[in-house]
């Protein structure tokens, strides 16, 4: 009997013990780790990896202009499951300005409590501006830290003169130019024709 109750306490000694060890792993805050950022001109991505721990969980980020991020932005809250393991997790964020730095972290949320990642930083790049120059010209592109004029001094009277800037036009000019020396031609003979008509007795 009492070799029987020693291994009853012992069985369920055991299993308290598994309980208590189980639920330390899988009631935990989420895991975060790996957070980083893919700025564009407009738009950024941002990704890290998450770990559940076993509830439920749901992510999103949390970004604006403050270094301390008072009165930020959070993006659309993704419910990410309860994996025991390690995935990543990634969102594009759109609407950012070009040239400037944005503060961000990652958050999560499950029945454990919210977790928070350290607050990062990211620098959109510089804007593009295109410029077409001419109507037959192809599209010059500068860019808005290049302080040169090189695209917009190639042809600098195509559409701020008088000068035709096509073929076709160049040759309706000439055409108008010949039309008119041809009517001079003709207006000069006929008048001393005239003249020599009536000085005869």
Known sequence: ????????ILSLFILATYF???????AAIPDMQSITSSPDSDQVLLSGLINPNGDE???????GSSSNLTNSNESLHSYVGSSVYAFP???????????T??????????????????????????????VTVGSNNPATTLNSNNNSNTGLEANPFIGSSFLPSTLIGWLA?????LGLILVSRQLYIKVPAKTQTKETP
């Not at 969980?57 to 949390?62: G, K, S």
Request: hydrophobic share 40%; aromatic share 14%; proline share 1%.
């Open 1 to 8: 009997m009492k070799k029987y109750t020693k291994n009853l």
């Open 20 to 26: 208590i060890q189980s639920n330390s792993v899988l």
């Open 57 to 63: 969980t749901t992510a999103w980020f949390e970004y």
């Open 89 to 99: 997790f990634e969102q594009t964020l759109t609407k950012f300005l070009p040239d």
């Open 101 to 130: 730095t944005y503060y961000y972290r990652l958050v999560t949320n499950n029945i454990q409590g919210t977790a928070k990642s350290s607050i990062l930083h990211f620098t959109t790049k510089k804007a593009i501006v295109v």
């Open 173 to 177: 000019i000439i055409l108008i130019i």
